[in-house]
């Protein structure tokens, strides 16, 4: 590593999915492992920043939140812009989340050059008696889109972590990496300025 960098690489992730199927709470158990259950819903852009050390190299995490703009089923194209990884995720109890990742699919591919390493997450595996969407059923789209799957519980911190590293190890060896050079979307100053500002306006 570049003694004069804080790290080796930078990489912008992004959470795709519908509303209330646990986002926030996936980001914030991986980028604020000791914060309280009592999680607010973002209102506005906002990004949670964390730094893993993966196979001797130091590797800062941009971690993007939808923010409330996947109510309308769209995101907007400022979101998208520089990404370097994807997790679509949907909720095991909910069958229309589960449905709609096939929405959210188009709108991925209008807006991210392909190639873009993704991951599969069900997330919310913590409840069994409400669960509508199988593991099996989980694995099998997976497989049809040549991703990686994982089920998870922000709940219970189950697989959160697994999920991330797994994410950035694929990064690691993707072809838009170039050996020992940063990649990735630096974090700019409008992006942090949005970013900030619109952390102001959630309750």
Known sequence: MDSNREYDHLFKILLIGNLNVGKTSLILRFADPDRSEDYHPVIGMDLKLR??????EVIRCQIWDTAGQERFKTITS??????NGIFLVYDVNDRQSFTDLDNWLVDIRKNINEGVPMLLIGNKSDSEKE???SEEEGKVYAERLGIRFVETSAKHTKNVDVAFEDLVNQLLVSPQMSSHETVGTRLSRNDADVARENSRRCC
Not at 51 to 56: A, G, Q, V
Not at 78 to 83: D, F, Q
């Open 51 to 56: 730094t893993l050390k993966l196979n001797d």
């Open 131 to 133: 669960r509508q969407v």
């Open 78 to 83: 400022s979101y998208y812009r520089g990404a």
